[in-house]
């Protein structure tokens, strides 16, 4: 009995003391399990007035929300004030919690590049509808999916624009706007100019194109249409 008790003090005596508080965790590689250290803040968006936040707000709450910012305009829209503002308000170790992936986002290339900034100042991104969290590794998984895809709709964008571009210069159209001067009122402006009976300013309302397109199809300079403007 005596030597049981000793070996029991000797034990306790080398044990660590203890801090009050659970040892760190161990990492033991990637994980599922969310890590939360900050705040919860929410971001909410309708396209119109007519719309109705309930949903969106109902659904952040539940998440646990302590804020929620609030936009109303289009996703194509750039000014959204209250986005702005609660992605300047977000600290390390906050997470921004959204209703839907398309909430924050113009574009998917846009939302990646919201999200990637996150990333670089320690907050995290959830989306509650498609159970995308990047405080796990499934939700960093589908983030990158994501990303891949972006890039890959950005290439078929320049592609389809390169291809038009190709298309359209094999027909003998060029890029730019079209000409707003036609072959009739070109003739028509040259004739008026060689009567010498009307100004290029006057010429040009008459025609009602601008004097700037008038010299250029003309061929004159701003010296020229002087000389012709006072001897007229």
């Known amino acids: 009995m005596t030597d049981t008790k000793q070996t029991l003090a000797i034990a306790d005596a080398t044990a660590a003391p203890r801090s009050g508080r659970l040892p ?19 971001y909410a968006r309708v396209s119109t007035r007519a719309q109705d936040l309930v949903l969106q707000l109902d659904a952040l709450e539940h998440a646990g929300c302590e804020r929620v910012y609030q936009d ?3 996703g194509s829209i750039r000014a959204r004030p209250q986005l702005d503002a609660c992605l300047e308000q977000l ?7 959204v209703w839907r992936l398309d909430r ?4 998917l290339r846009h939302l990646i590049d919201v999200i990637t900034g996150l990333q670089q100042r320690e907050i995290a991104f959830r989306s509650l509808r498609e159970s995308i969290d990047t405080t796990t590794a499934t939700g960093r998984l589908q983030l990158h999916l994501l990303a891949a895809l972006a890039e890959f709709e950005r290439e078929l964008i ?12 094999a027909r ?37 194109i601008g004097r700037s397109t008038l010299y250029k199809h003309l061929d004159i300079n701003h010296e020229t249409n002087t000389e012709h403007d006072l001897a007229a």
């Open 24 to 42: 760190a965790a161990q990492d033991s590689g990637p994980s599922d399990t969310p890590v939360r250290n900050g705040h919860l803040i929410g």
């Open 72 to 74: 109303v305009g289009s």
């Open 91 to 97: 600290l390390p170790g906050d997470t921004l919690v």
């Open 104 to 107: 924050p986002g113009r574009s």
């Open 158 to 169: 320049r592609e389809r624009s390169t291809a038009g571009r190709d298309a359209a210069r």
């Open 172 to 208: 003998g159209r060029q890029g730019g706007r079209p000409s707003v001067i036609t072959a009739e009122l070109l003739a028509a402006a040259t004739a008026m100019r060689d009567k010498r009976e009307l100004t290029m300013a006057q010429i040009a309302r008459t025609l009602k």
